[in-house]
C-alpha cells in the first residue's frame, strides 16, 4: 500500500460566531483552526 502525502487546506468556512466563541473557551484552544482540527479528530 502506498501512502500519498498530506497538504494542509485552506478553506472557508461560515461558522456560528457564538458557538465558536463557546468551544474555544470549553476547549482553552487559542485558534480556530487548532478547534476544527479537534473537531475533526473527535469525529474521525
Not at 482553552?28 to 476544527?36: F, S
Given at each position: 500500500m502506498r501512502l500519498l502525502p498530506i497538504y494542509p487546506m485552506q478553506i472557508t468556512l461560515n461558522l456560528d460566531e457564538a458557538l465558536l466563541k463557546e468551544a474555544l473557551q470549553l476547549t482553552?484552544?487559542?485558534?480556530?483552526?487548532?478547534?476544527?482540527n479537534l473537531a475533526l479528530q473527535e469525529l474521525v
Open positions: 482553552n484552544l487559542t485558534n480556530q483552526e487548532e478547534l476544527v
